[in-house]
Structure formats: C-alpha cells, structure tokens
C-alpha cells in the first residue's frame, strides 16, 4: 500500500501533534500527584474520552473484529453490557473510591483490608498488564503493521514501543490524557469511516444483512463455545466486567484523578454512552470482512487490517492509519502509566522506600516505564502461536479477575468481609482458577470465571465467618460513611436520567439485533 503526498502528512501529522501535547502538559511535574494523577484535575468530558481511547485498542480492531469473523454481533457484548456496567460503578463503586483519595486500586484494598491484599493485587496487576495487556497491544498493532505495510512483526512492535514509552515516560497521566483527547476522537472518526467503506463494498446495509444475516445474532445457544447467553447476560462476563471497569488501574485511574465526585461519576456515564456507538466501528467492519475476503483469511485477527489494505482510497490511508495507531498508543500509554503507578506507589514507597522525596517518586515511575515496556515488547512476538489475540487477552485475564473482583465487591457492599479472607482469596486466586480450568477442560471460559468466582465467595464468607479478627477498621467505617452517589451528588435528576438513558438503549439494541 502506497502512501500519496495526502496521506504521509496527515500520518507525520499525527505523531507530531501527539508529541507536542506529551512535551506541553508533560512539564513542571513536581509532585507525584502531577505525574501519576495529573494533579487531581480533570473535568469529566476528557474523563469519558480517555476511559474510551484507553479500552479500545488494536486488540479490539484487530482481535474484537477478528471474533466478530467468528461468532458476529453477538462479541458486542463486551461492549454493550460494558456500559451497563459503566453505569454500576459510577453509583456504587467510584463515590467510595473517591471519598477515600487513593492514588491507586491497591491501595484500596489496605484501607479496607491490609497490606497483603495490597500487596497480592499490586503483583497481579503488574504481571497481567506487561504479559497480557501491553503485550498484546504491541503484538496487535505489529501484526496490523505487517499486514498493511509488510513491516517485519518485531520492527513493527520496536517502533510502537519506543513512541508510546517516551511520551508516557516523560509526561506521565496528564500527556496520556490529554493525548487521548487527539487519539480517542481519531479512532471514533477512522472506525467510522472504515465502516461506511466496508458497508459501500458490500453494497450497503440490506445487502450485508442479506449475505451474513446469520451473524447479526447476539445472543447465542446456551452450549456455544465461547458466548452461551447465560454466561454473557447472567455469568462470567459480569465478573469479568466489574473487574475490568470497577477495579481496574489503568481504566479507574482517570477517574481517581477528577476534579471533584461529580466530574469522575459524569465522565464513567459519558463513556457508557460512547461505548454503545463502538460495536458499529469494530464489529461490523469484522463482518463486512468476511462477507468480502472469508477465502482469504489466513487468521480471524487479520480481517481488519485486510480491510483497510483493501478498501482504503489514495488520501485516507495516512488518516485510518493514524487512526490505527492512536488505539495503539491510547491503550499502552495507559497501561504503561498504571504499570508504573502500580510498582512506585504500592511496591516501591510502601515496601522499599517509604521515606522517597516526589522527585525520587517520578524517577522510579519513569524508569519502571521503560523497564516494563521492554518486557512487553519482547514477550509480545510469543503471541504468535494464539489462534485468536482477543481469545488470550479473555483466558490469562480470567487467571485472576474472579478474585479480584469478589474481594473488591466483598470490601465494597459487606462490611462482615475481614482482611484475612481477602487476603486468603487473593492469594489462591490463581490456584482456584488454574483447578477449575484444568478440572473443566470443555468449559467456556466465562463459565469457568463464573465457577471460580463463586468457590471463592464461598471461601471469603467462610474465612469471614471464622476469622477472629475485630470489625473492620474505623478509618474504613468513617470513610464509607454517605458515600451513596446521592449523598454526594445531591439530588440529581440529570445523572439519574443519564443513567436510566444508557440502560434503556442498551436493552433497546438488544431487541434490535435478538
């Protein structure tokens, strides 16, 4: 695919903006409040865009179209019950968060509980975001760069690395926001034009529901493979995403550092809303890419960037490519920032160097950037051997989700849960969920998560029950006082009808495409 004299420049365009942006809201950080929450300030509309930019990356351009080859409509799911959720922790989870003032979701877990649920969380969050998220991310966006350009997967992976690890490195949460800003409104507008390309090659919208009406189902047979409907609507998924959206660093962390209660819960609602629109700029071009090139497609996962080598005009390549790599870049600088945030704040300052003066703080974050980009990048080629990239990010994710989120919800909503039981389940985790899926091979895997997430239930309320340990502690209890979303909102009739908004068309597109 060549490039016109158009297209390079709205390329280089592209990278020069985001790198103008890191280098001016990146500087004068003098405290690590400015570098790991961008001091505390952010108004709600950019909460919502960097919520979005940072959950869609080219594991969902790459790997979300790439299920949707696969299984259709029915994929959307992650983003349509995503919303819901959305919705869920902005009244119930993010007022607590916020009232308390943490800088990061660990360290939630020593305010209600101790140390070591802190510490055990800290470790799997690190393990997971360089092994999963930021690998696959890299690997994603490698793969799209060889299917489009013919780039060597590892040249690909290098030069997406190095990019994103400077800017982060240098101008932490602020750069990565603000970024987003840029990066989120490119993707919306390259998905969206994408689609419009593949729905005109198809020969519009009848026409595709004509040739792959079969893939316009979202809900599926209760023994699907991989989406039986209770798993989606009743089972894992939920625990999946309350994990994903409600205890998760490097999503939670932009709304930790909002301006005040209100600009935090209206941007999670404002991202609910865009998170609807994203199934028709991801999914849908992942079926229009079957309907045009299914005897082509080597790999599920290349469907997408196939698309755009296929269909893509002189004069928009530089635009949709642009738009390719700011997924790539809003995903990882996120996870990069959380990553280090994660290691300074709750491995490095509690357990090594308490005494660290801010300036020492912004050292290590900047170092562990780099440090744990590296490890990224050079374990991303090993995704190669995965059938499908979305299928791995789900699997080693559900290595530690069930956990995580039962404790959180367990410190959340019952005041009976003690500090050694969260510390219990967050330590066999991992050992439950590897049991349940070597002793359940055939399983799907949200059904696995499901399973999992209820043995260690049953363990948190009977280590609860038999702990001798006092009641929770005080600075918890006076922490969580009128922490209810009306308590801190008022009465608020414009967040209530928002919220009642993204339920109610949420359940409409499902009437639609039953």
């Known amino acids: 695919m060549g490039f016109s004299a ?26 690590a409040a400015d570098y790991f929450l961008a001091g505390r300030n952010l108004p709600w509309w950019i909460i919502g865009i960097s919520l979005i930019a940072s959950s869609i ?22 983003e349509w019950l995503a919303a819901i959720t959305l919705v869920i922790v902005a009244r119930w989870f993010l007022p607590k968060f916020l009232r308390l003032g943490i800088t990061t979701m660990p360290q939630y877990l020593e305010e209600r509980f101790d140390v070591r649920s802190r510490s055990f969380l800290a470790f799997y969050m690190i393990l997971a975001y360089v092994f999963v998220a930021m690998a696959t991310v890299l690997y994603s966006g490698g793969l799209a760069l060889q299917t489009i350009f013919e780039l060597p997967l590892g040249w690909g992976i290098a030069i997406l690395a190095a ?22 409104s490119l993707l919306v507008v ?9 729905l005109r090659a198809v020969g519009g919208w009848d026409m595709l529901m004509a040739r792959a009406g079969e893939k316009f189902h979202t809900v599926l047979p209760l023994d699907h ?46 991202a609910a809303y865009i998170k609807l629109l994203i199934p028709f700029i991801v999914v849908i071009p992942g079926i229009v890419a079957w309907v045009l090139y299914a005897d082509e497609l080597a790999r599920s996962d290349m469907a997408y960037p196939m698309l755009i080598q296929r269909l893509l005009p002189v004069g928009l390549t530089g635009l949709i490519f642009a738009a390719l790599m700011a997924a790539i870049m809003s995903s990882l600088d996120s996870m990069l920032n959380s990553a280090a945030t994660i290691f300074t704040v709750d491995l490095y300052q509690r357990h090594l160097r308490p ?69 219990w389940v967050m330590g066999l985790t991992v050992p439950v969920t590897v049991l349940v899926k070597l002793t359940n ?51 608020d009739w414009l967040f209530d009808m928002l919220c009642l908004g993204v339920v109610v068309l949420t359940l409409a597109l499902y009437v639609i495409f039953l």
């Open 57 to 78: 990356s080219t594991e969902h351009f790459v790997g979300m179209a790439g299920s949707a080859v696969e299984f259709g409509l029915a994929i959307a799911s992650y």
């Open 355 to 423: 005494e660290s003066s801010q300036r020492h703080l912004i050292t290590v974050g900047r170092a562990s950037t780099v440090a744990f980009l590296a490890i990224a990048a050079a374990w991303s080629p090993f995704l190669l051997q995965f059938e499908r990239v979305f299928s791995y990010m789900q699997e080693f994710w559900g290595l530690i989700t069930p956990g995580v989120a039962v404790v959180f919800l367990g410190g959340l909503f019952w005041r009976g849960a003690r500090a050694g039981a969260a510390a």
């Open 163 to 184: 990019f994103a690890g400077a800017y982060t490195a240098y101008g932490g949460l602020k750069a990565v926001v603000w970024s987003d800003l840029v990066q989120g």
């Open 441 to 491: 091979p055939d399983m799907v895997f949200l059904d696995q998560m499901w399973v999992a997430g209820l043995v260690l239930i049953l363990l948190l309320v009977l280590f609860s029950r038999f702990s001798p340990e006092a009641e929770p502690s005080l600075v918890v209890d006076a922490a969580s006082r009128e922490t209810s979303t009306t308590a801190l909102l008022g009465q």
């Open 225 to 270: 493979p991989e989406l039986p409907w209770f798993a989606v609507f009743f089972g894992g998924l939920w625990i999946a995403n309350l994990f994903y959206w409600g205890c998760n660093q490097f999503i939670t962390q932009r709304t930790l550092a909002a301006r005040d209660v209100r600009h935090g819960l209206y941007g999670a609602v404002f």
């Open 190 to 198: 390259g998905g969206a034009i994408t689609t419009v390309l593949g």
């Open 6 to 31: 158009i297209d390079t420049v709205a390329f280089l365009g592209y990278f020069l903006v985001i790198a103008v942006v890191a280098l001016v809201v990146g500087r004068r950080q003098r405290e």
